[in-house]
């Protein structure tokens, strides 16, 4: 079965045989793995927000380079959201971390090598850092990269932070969702949503209900189709031209181990012992 370039290339639509010879002939190609989350999106926003941005976003990223897409993780670590506010599931922070590590373990042994996590959750980057420091330092014939949807490209990074530093359901994500999932957004709900960021200025962390009165922190009243296809079509490209140049990439040095300078001194000659025992 090949699959028209027009359509994206899903592990989950791809018999075994095709899977084993799409990399036996090309043995350095990236794969992508989308990682979000289900969670409260403020009422205006679906729980599954974060996974559809960003099972969405490595399609059309496929479309263009061609590039394999795994089975996205649809539960991340939502602590943040607390437990008051219906919709959330959340797996630990340890245990997200362990299902990205076991999702990669597995797939290479299909001959993958390369993985790219594209993450659609601030919440879950401190796993993903962890499941990429344990696959780099246990199995060196792995390559990982993380990258957040938010900041691949300069330009997106600006306009998702445009509305506060900590951000839910803003401006940028309900854009981004007008223009991927319509249908899955209330939009008799958009000019009451918006809701401050109260973060500024705080020692500590607190969980959803103690910052937002709805679950939103930004403002999704602004939100347009028109942003969010800009957006969309920015971080496409900026993650495409990733996956180009993970295809290629070496590390900058190859087994280079540096001399480590004698922690104690030289053991005396035998000549030395003698006139110290005389």
Do not use: K
Not at 22 to 32: C, G, H, I, M, N
Not at 168 to 194: C, F, G, I, K, Q
Not at 226 to 247: D, M, N, P, Q, W
């Amino acid at each position: 079965m090949t699959m028209p370039d027009t359509q994206p290339l899903l592990w989950s639509d791809l018999a075994w045989p095709e899977i084993g010879a799409l990399f036996d002939a090309r043995p350095t190609e990236v794969a992508l793995l989308p990682v979000g989350a289900t969670e409260q999106h403020g009422p205006h926003l679906p729980s599954g927000t974060d996974t559809i941005l960003a099972n969405a976003i490595c399609e059309a990223v496929s479309v263009q380079t061609r590039a394999m897409v795994l089975p996205p993780i649809w539960l991340g670590c939502s602590y943040g959201h607390g437990r008051n506010l219906p919709s959330t599931l959340s797996l630990s922070p340890e245990g997200l971390a362990g299902v990205v590590r076991q999702t990669i373990e597995w797939a290479s042994l299909s001959g993958l090598r390369r993985f790219l996590i594209v993450n659609a959750h601030f919440g879950n980057h401190p796993s993903l850092m962890v499941a990429s420091d344990h696959l780099r330092l246990e199995r060196p014939d792995v390559r990982a990269g993380v990258v957040g949807w938010w900041s691949a490209d300069a330009e997106v990074a600006a306009e998702t932070a445009a509305d506060g530093d900590d951000i839910h359901a803003n401006r940028t994500e309900t854009s981004l969702m007008l223009a991927v999932a319509p249908h899955l957004v209330n939009l008799d709900r958009l000019s009451s949503s918006d809701d401050p960021d109260r973060t500024a200025n705080l020692v500590f962390r607190y969980t959803a209900t103690s910052l937002s009165t709805n679950g939103v922190t930004g403002r999704p009243s602004e939100a347009s189709t028109e942003l969010g296809r800009h957006l969309f079509s920015r971080t496409v490209a900026a993650i495409s031209a990733l996956v180009e140049r993970g295809r290629t990439e070496e590390p900058p040095l190859v087994d280079h181990i540096p001399a480590i300078a004698p922690l104690l001194p030289d053991p005396p000659s035998p000549s030395t012992i003698q006139e110290t025992e005389r």
